[in-house]
């Protein structure tokens, strides 16, 4: 199997055009040699001819590159060499709790895991992140916390890290201690630049009270996501779990962030559009995913519209239509 590389693309697409311009260059000539056939006296619509040959090769030409290059693109993968010194900073303190493995969770009648869901809810911000310049860091949180990945530009390596594991066994038996992940968490934030990071805590709301405690300045962004169903309740090790919004909403306000329901959502675009590490396209610049849409969707275009132009602007030529030159009978066309 052929790996599509840029350079590859680049390639095709060149080579693409150079065939169809031989191609279009074959089939303009024999259109002139039957010319009179079709127009009679007066000269083919030369400019309009021109024009839709031009359409083919550059059409040809971007829809080859911008297909390539998205039929190859990993959205897992970055655009750019990842900075030596990170400016912007992702944690994550993610509830690894036994009730996180209660199958409650997703907008599907088959439900996931609660960490299979807060997996993927976390996954659509990693899908935006500028990862040329950010690390991420994640901290699994239960009677103490631990991190379990520290200063990563990797995004398969969280993805594995939020596979869903029952990581519980790494740690006593006993009740969620979310002030233990926030301690664990504001140490390991307060070596980083001020206002540089954001803190997104995943957890069904089944935890200990927390204390309130100043960020340190490295944070500037907070996000509480609740995951599993906010209604029913199920049991787990002796009691029943369902997520507590109430403890969530009151937990994001303590710490001055906002709370959202993963449960069945993900996080609102506007929302993530807010964060510090958003990936420039997401911001209003342009990444080479977002050409290559526009390239083959423009290309493509081209490509299908050419014709029909070609015949819009050849349809009078010197007040004659085709309608009224097949009208003429064979002798009066060539004469």
Not at 101 to 110: M, N, T
Not at 243 to 263: I, P
Request: glycine letters at 8%.
């Amino acid at each position: 199997m052929v790996t599509i590389t840029p350079t590859l693309a680049v390639v095709a697409a060149l080579a693409a055009m150079l065939v169809i311009a031989v191609a279009e260059r074959l089939h303009s000539r024999r259109v002139f040699r039957v010319a009179r056939l079709a127009f009679g006296a007066a000269r083919p619509p030369r400019r309009a001819m021109a024009l839709a040959s031009l359409l083919r090769i550059l059409g040809a030409g971007a829809a080859t590159w911008g297909l390539l290059f998205l039929a190859a693109w990993d959205p897992i993968a970055i655009d750019a060499t990842p900075a030596k010194n990170a400016s912007s900073h992702l944690l994550i303190l993610l509830d690894v709790s036994p009730s996180m493995q209660l199958k409650d969770a997703g907008p599907h009648d088959a439900k996931l895991s609660r960490a299979a869901r807060a997996g993927e809810v976390v996954q659509a911000i990693l899908d935006r992140l500028d990862m040329e310049s950010t690390r991420i860091t994640i901290v699994a949180f239960y009677t103490d916390a631990l991190p379990i990945v520290q200063d990563t530009f990797d995004k398969e390596v969280v993805r594995n890290a939020l596979d869903g594991l029952p990581m519980y066994v790494a740690f006593e038996p006993g009740p969620t201690n979310l002030q233990k992940g926030l301690d664990k968490g504001y140490e390991i934030a307060r070596k980083w630049p001020l206002d540089s990071a954001t803190l997104v805590i995943i957890t069904d709301g089944d935890v200990t009270a927390t204390r309130a405690e100043s960020a340190p300045g490295s944070i500037a962004d907070t996000i509480v996501v609740g995951v599993g169903d906010s209604v029913r309740s199920m049991a787990v090790h002796g009691h029943n779990s369902r997520q507590e919004t109430s403890t969530l909403k009151q937990v994001a306000l303590r710490l001055g962030g906002t709370y959202h329901d993963g449960n069945v959502k993900h996080i609102p675009s506007e929302v993530i559009r807010g964060l510090t590490m958003v990936a420039p396209r997401i911001g209003g610049h342009w990444s080479l995913r977002d050409l290559a849409i526009l390239l083959a969707v423009s290309g493509c275009s081209a490509l299908a519209f050419a014709t029909p132009l070609l015949r819009f602007l050849g349809r009078g030529v010197r007040g004659r239509t085709p309608a009224t030159v097949a009208s003429r009978t064979p002798s009066e066309a060539i004469a």
